[in-house]
């Protein structure tokens, strides 16, 4: 009547240096912005976004906490200013061409 049920849980896995943790989440905002405003914002300046952002954030005292944030923060606001550029008006072009 008393039987022991084992739970099937996955072990747990190490989380890994703080370095790392914070390599991982810089290259996955990295990604999810370059995927996201890569067609209307030239690459230079997201990559440019990313590093101002990562200043800030750093500078805050909980750098993986606010960074995300920051980061898409800054590319709405450069998109804003882009407005009409023209590698905005070529982007907007080309995927109305598709």
């Known amino acids: 009547m ?8 996955a072990q747990p896995q190490p989380l890994g ?3 790392q943790i914070a390599g ?3 290259r996955n905002v990295s990604a999810r912005l370059m995927h996201e405003f890569g ?5 230079p300046l997201i990559r440019r976004v990313l590093d ?3 200043e800030v954030a750093q500078e805050t005292g909980f750098p993986n906490l606010f960074f995300p944030t920051l980061a898409e923060e800054k590319a709405r606001f450069v998109m804003a200013a882009l ?3 023209p590698f905005v008006e070529a982007s907007r072009t080309l995927r109305t061409a598709a």
Request: no cysteine.
């Open 39 to 43: 067609m209307r914002i030239p690459p």
């Open 83 to 85: 407005g009409d550029h």
């Open 2 to 9: 008393n039987r022991q049920t084992k739970l099937l849980a």
């Open 24 to 26: 991982n989440l810089q």
């Open 52 to 54: 101002e952002a990562m």
């Open 17 to 19: 240096s703080p370095t």
